[in-house]
């Protein structure tokens, strides 16, 4: 009754039309996802913050980035972000194309002029071989902030994590999840989340008001300025969700229970017993799948 | 004629009688060696500095660690450090175990008191398990510094590199080195490296008075107090020493040329030719290995 309401998580993500998913760019995006000399200090990369060991998030409430500065927000997992529709908590980039120069600016991110980072990246020669083998040419000419941005959402379409027991459930194993889970599927189906956490990654990409605890974040309102969407968020994936922690765009809720309990309270209007809450709790762990089998690149 | 005088580097370093070598303790060591959460910022691991990707160092001049502060020395690689008869540049540490609270404690790299690291793990029952797999018995009880510092210990024993050209040309491969490889390795040992930088790793683990172009750093003698020892430093492996720039205790040698340049004129009194400083440097380059194959643990 309740499978056909979800749906399994593909292999691989949606690919866009200008950008082709080849073995030379997913290499690339790689190695510029482990490249701490993108950063001014020399020591930040993506992986500091999207750490593999962490779920490829970092398991702290906000991110720590540039000279041990905090910032506002809960680092996301970019695990299976290729299935996303908008990327941030505010979903002020499309596409994964779009996100991904902004973090080795931000200043409390990375810090580092993108210029900078390019003439950098133009030092090693390594990097005009990947550039070359990934967009053909003149390898040199090749290390641009476009590619750049090319290489890394080539890498995180890879990031993906089929064969949870919910995915392997859905595909006929009626026994990959235990009878709570399956309470707890039911739970979650009957009493609405999946309004917003629907699609493979579970997520509407859309945004919605909600004022989690200690959040004063005005959420989209900063992109768009529009009134209505203040404290409005996107709907994070719920993929992976047991291994995310902590929750919520200010990372201020420690356990996927209180998280529960804070959406039947603020999104539904619902106060959840005990049992319930148990019982999505097991549901959401089931979504945990097997986690990319990335080597860790030797960087020239 | 030279190859008598250089040592193959064996697959696995020498493990000491009261810290078997078993692959529990390896893989609870390298959970413990990705771990952030035992630092006090949540961010830095072992693996922060030790890079994986960038030849198990960090390629930047002096360690970057705990809120941005930067340290008075270079990070070495811990690749072969199990061949190592003494450990830090100082040698304030004579064994792997003795070297690994260290780094968790200093304020300047983790910043974290140890009874509050072990209290950390002990919060996780991954690591209860991990503990008890590793050392027997009870699981928390087996939570302690002790602990931490042997399955460390055994972590880092299996990260070698081993098959490096010029390995191949000591097993009896004589086309493994080029031509320049072989002079270089003709005047390495003519012009009495071999001195310091001897025995499998390329190490004699002792201590030599040297001051680098700017160190002021006083070595060894802050150990001993002993005068004798003001400015000596440990040999460093030249094991990888091309993927481990930039050289020296501060650093400040940024190109493998000009190390070589430094050792000849501080240590032989000699000023090599062009030529003679690019056959040893080619010949260094043959001291790049396989680099272990580590998959990225997914901590709990
Ligand atoms: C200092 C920590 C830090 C670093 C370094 C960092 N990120 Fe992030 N990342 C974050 C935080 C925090 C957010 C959420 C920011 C927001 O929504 O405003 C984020 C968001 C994202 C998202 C959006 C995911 C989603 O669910 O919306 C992607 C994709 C991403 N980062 C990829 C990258 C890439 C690629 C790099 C390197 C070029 C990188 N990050 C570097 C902390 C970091
Ligand atoms: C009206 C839309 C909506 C509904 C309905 C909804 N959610 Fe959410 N969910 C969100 C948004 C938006 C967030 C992010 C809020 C924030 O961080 O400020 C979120 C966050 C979460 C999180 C935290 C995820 C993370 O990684 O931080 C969990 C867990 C969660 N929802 C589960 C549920 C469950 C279970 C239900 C049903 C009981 C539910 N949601 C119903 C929109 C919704
Ligand atoms: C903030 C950077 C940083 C962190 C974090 C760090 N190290 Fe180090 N490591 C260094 C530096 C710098 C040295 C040299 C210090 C000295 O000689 O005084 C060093 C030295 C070592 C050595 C000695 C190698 C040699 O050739 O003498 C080993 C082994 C080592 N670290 C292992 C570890 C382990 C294990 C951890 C985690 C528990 C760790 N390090 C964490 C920077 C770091
Ligand atoms: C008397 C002992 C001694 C002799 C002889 C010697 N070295 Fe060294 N070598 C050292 C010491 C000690 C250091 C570290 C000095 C420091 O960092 O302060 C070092 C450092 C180096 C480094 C930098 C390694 C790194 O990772 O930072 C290179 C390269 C090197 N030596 C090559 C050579 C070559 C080539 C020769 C011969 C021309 C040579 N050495 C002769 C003791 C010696
Ligand atoms: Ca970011
Ligand atoms: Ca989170
Ligand atoms: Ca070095
Ligand atoms: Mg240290």
């Given amino acids: 009754k309740y499978a056909p309401m979800f749906e399994p998580l593909p292999a691989i993500a949606p690919i866009p039309g200008n950008n082709s998913l080849t073995p030379a760019k997913v290499e690339l995006g790689k190695m510029l996802f482990f490249e701490p000399r993108i950063s001014a200090s020399g020591v930040i990369s993506c992986a500091t913050c999207h750490n593999p060991a962490l779920g490829w998030s970092d398991r702290i409430p906000r991110a720590t980035g540039h000279d041990g500065q905090v910032g506002d927000r809960n680092t996301p997992t970019v695990l299976n972000s290729g299935f996303f529709g908008a990327q941030f908590w505010d979903g002020r980039a499309a596409t994964l194309e779009e996100q991904a120069l902004g973090p080795i600016e931000a200043g409390i991110e990375m810090n580092m002029p993108l210029e900078q980072a390019i003439a950098r990246l133009k030092e090693f020669d390594?990097?005009?071989?990947?550039?070359?083998?990934?967009?053909?040419?003149?390898?040199?000419?090749?290390i641009t902030e476009a590619n750049?941005?090319?290489?890394?959402?080539?890498?995180?379409?890879?990031?993906?994590?089929?064969?949870?027991?919910?995915?392997?459930?859905?595909?006929g194993d009626l026994s990959a999840l235990t009878d709570q889970q399956k309470r707890g599927m039911a739970a979650f189906a009957d009493n609405g989340c999946l309004a917003c956490h629907s699609g493979p990654a579970l997520t509407d990409s859309n945004f919605h008001?909600?004022?989690?605890?200690?959040?004063?974040?005005?959420?989209?309102?900063?992109?768009?300025?529009?009134?209505?969407?203040?404290?409005?968020f996107k709907t994070p994936t719920l993929r992976n969700v047991a291994v995310t922690y902590p929750y919520f765009n200010n990372g201020g809720t420690a356990t996927l229970g209180e998280a529960v309990q804070v959406m039947g309270?603020?999104?539904?209007?619902?106060?959840?017993?005990?049992?319930t809450v148990d019982d999505i709790v097991a549901f959401l762990h089931s979504l945990t799948g097997e986690m990319p089998d990335v080597s860790i690149p030797a960087l020239p």
Avoid: C, W
Wanted: glycine share 10%.
């Fill in 126 to 142: 390594e990097y005009k071989k990947a550039f070359a083998a990934a967009f053909g040419g003149n390898g040199e000419r090749q």
């Fill in 148 to 171: 750049v941005a090319k290489a890394l959402a080539s890498f995180q379409r890879t990031l993906n994590t089929p064969n949870s027991p919910f995915d392997r459930y859905l595909q």
């Fill in 209 to 232: 008001a909600i004022k989690v605890p200690g959040s004063t974040d005005v959420g989209r309102f900063a992109v768009t300025g529009d009134e209505a969407d203040r404290h409005r």
């Fill in 265 to 275: 309270r603020e999104m539904l209007g619902r106060e959840f017993n005990k049992r």
